[in-house]
C-alpha cells in the first residue's frame, strides 16, 4: 500500500468553488466559508430543520451548521451516506468501526483498489460488525494494531489523540520534528501521540480551541464527533495525502 502524497485543492475558497459547481446535485446556495475548530454553531434550532430546500444531502444539516461544508465534501466524495433517515448526526461521536469505513473511503479517492479482509482473524470482537471488512484494512494498512489484548472495540468512541495517530500514519508517517513546547496547553511533550498530535497542528488540519487565556487546547481524550470527522478529512485531502474530489 502506498501513501504519496497528491496534489489537491489548496484553500477553503476553492472548496467553495468546488461545492457550487456540484449545485445540481445538491441546488444553488450561499457557501459559508470552512470553520474552524474554535468556531461553535450559530444554527440554533434552524439545524433541526429539514435542509431539502436547501439543496444539502442530509435533513439535519443547514448551511449554518458547523463544518456544514466539510460535510457536504464528505457526502459528495463518498466517504459518508449518513443514516437510512437521511441524518447526519454531526453531534454524534464517530465508533471505531465507522472510523475504519471513513478511513477506507477516503483512501479510496486515490483511485487504488484496496480490498477488504475479515478482521476476525486478527481481533476476537469484530466478528459481527458490519464494517468488519474495512476493520481488515485498516489492520493490513498499519493504521491500527488494536489493543493489546487482541480486541478492536469497534463500538467505541474514537478519541481525538487516536485520530491523529489514524492520520498521521496514514499519511505515511511524514518526516517531522515535534516542537520542545507543545503547540496545545493539555497535551505534554510526553504524551503517547505527542509526535502525531503536534503534527496535525503544524499541518492546519486541526486548530484546537482558543482559551480566555490566550492557549489553545486540544481535548485529546474527548471523542471525535461526526462533524469534526468531516473538517479533519476534508483538510487532509486539502493538504494533498489523497486526491481531492
Known amino acids: 500500500m502506498s501513501f504519496i ?22 441546488g444553488a446556495g450561499a457557501v459559508p466559508a470552512a470553520a474552524t475548530e474554535n468556531q461553535t454553531s450559530n444554527a440554533g434550532d434552524s439545524a433541526l430543520r429539514p435542509a431539502a430546500a436547501a439543496g444539502l444531502p442530509f435533513s439535519d444539516i443547514t448551511w449554518e451548521t458547523q463544518f456544514a461544508a466539510e460535510i457536504v465534501w464528505v457526502s459528495r ?4 451516506t449518513g443514516w437510512p433517515d437521511h441524518t447526519y448526526r454531526p453531534l454524534q461521536p464517530v ?28 481481533f476476537s470482537d469484530v ?12 489492520l493490513a494498512s498499519g493504521v491500527t494494531t488494536g489493543y ?15 485520530m491523529a495517530a489514524y492520520l498521521y500514519r ?12 507543545s503547540p496545545f496547553a493539555d497535551v505534554s511533550t510526553d504524551n503517547q501521540f505527542y509526535r502525531e498530535i503536534s503534527w496535525l497542528a503544524s499541518t492546519g488540519i486541526s486548530t484546537g480551541w482558543e482559551q480566555a ?25 486539502e493538504k494533498g495525502y489523497v486526491p481531492k474530489q
Request: net charge positive.
Open 5 to 26: 502524497p497528491r496534489p489537491g485543492i489548496k484553500s477553503a475558497k476553492a472548496l467553495t468553488a468546488v461545492l457550487m459547481s456540484g449545485a445540481l446535485l445538491f
Open 77 to 80: 466524495s463518498g466517504i459518508s
Open 95 to 122: 465508533s471505531r468501526e465507522a472510523m475504519a469505513a471513513f478511513m477506507h473511503r477516503l483512501d479510496a479517492l486515490k483511485g487504488e483498489k484496496d480490498g477488504l479482509a475479515d478482521a476476525s482473524f486478527a
Open 127 to 138: 466478528a459481527n460488525s458490519q464494517f468488519k471488512g474495512e476493520i481488515g484494512w485498516l
Open 148 to 162: 493489546p489484548d487482541k480486541t478492536f472495540r469497534p463500538g467505541n468512541s474514537v478519541n481525538r489523540d487516536a
Open 170 to 181: 496514514m499519511a505515511g508517517y511524514p518526516e517531522f520534528t515535534p516542537p520542545k513546547q
Open 213 to 237: 487565556n490566550g492557549t489553545r487546547t486540544f481535548g485529546p481524550v474527548q471523542p471525535v464527533n461526526r462533524d469534526a470527522m468531516a473538517a479533519f478529512m476534508y483538510r487532509f485531502a
